[in-house]
Structures are given as structure tokens and as C-alpha cells.
């Protein structure tokens, strides 16, 4: 979790395992020291999460149709997030911009009951 000016952002199990998926194959494909560099850079991208959301004029902007959740573009990944509050952004999930990712967003809301209590820190409304 990394605390910024105007709010703090942390990530969900999921997202973490997407985010370390991204540094293996930049690895495999180019080499370790550039995958260090693009870990870097994807960091420091999700870092800037409430500065951006700060910045949004309309809060609808980087919303998905209906969905609660937000996509936040790093480099050739997209950080798809929640807002918490207005000071608790919790990135769910990460996803290369090559992805299915209105697939891959179906398949981040079908959440149950446990991961979402995970992911918001408090239990889904059973109303």
C-alpha cells in the first residue's frame, strides 16, 4: 500500500499475482533489467492512481458502463481499480492492453463474497 498526498492505494491478492505475471514475461521476452525498469514504471503508475482520479473532472470518466470499478492506463497495462472512498483506491486487478478486457472485467465482478469483503474491507450488502 503506498500512502500519496491525496489518498492511498492498495491491491488486491489478484492484482498483485497480475502485476508479477507482467514483470515475469517482460523478463522472459526482453531481459531482467528491463523488467525491473517496467515494474518500476507500473509502481509508480499505480502510485499516481488518486493523483489522476483527483485530476478527473467527472468522476463517470474512467468509470466502465455500470461497473464500480475504474481503469487507469500504465504503460501497456491497464490497473483496474475501485474507489474505496475518496482517499482508498484498491487496484483489483491488471490487465495488458491486448487483453479481452471487457472478458476480463466480467470475470473480475463475478467476486464472491470472501474477495470482495478482501477487496473493500468490509462485506458485500446483502440487500
Known amino acids: ?13 489478484a492484482a498483485l499475482n497480475n502485476y508479477r505475471l507482467a514483470v515475469r514475461e517482460t523478463a ?25 482520479y483527483a485530476r478527473v473532472r467527472t468522476k463517470s470518466d474512467e ?14 497495462h491497464y490497473a483496474v481499480y475501485i474507489v474505496a472512498d475518496d482517499a482508498t ?19 473480475v465482478e463475478r467476486l464472491t463474497d470472501r474477495e470482495y469483503e478482501t477487496l473493500m474491507g468490509h462485506p458485500r450488502s446483502k440487500s
Not at 1 to 13: D, L, Q, V, Y
Not at 89 to 107: G, K, S, T, W, Y
Open 1 to 13: 500500500m503506498k500512502n500519496c498526498a491525496s489518498g492511498s492505494t492498495r491491491s488486491h491478492p
Open 89 to 107: 483506491f484498491v487496484i483489483a486487478a491488471v490487465l495488458h492492453e491486448r487483453m479481452d478486457i471487457p472478458a476480463q472485467l466480467r470475470a
Open 63 to 76: 468509470r466502465v458502463g455500470n461497473s464500480l470499478f475504474r481503469l487507469h492506463k500504465v504503460e501497456h
Open 28 to 52: 522472459r521476452k526482453w531481459s531482467p533489467e528491463q523488467a525491473k525498469a517496467y515494474g518500476r514504471l507500473l509502481r509508480a503508475g499505480f502510485e499516481g492512481i488518486p493523483e489522476a
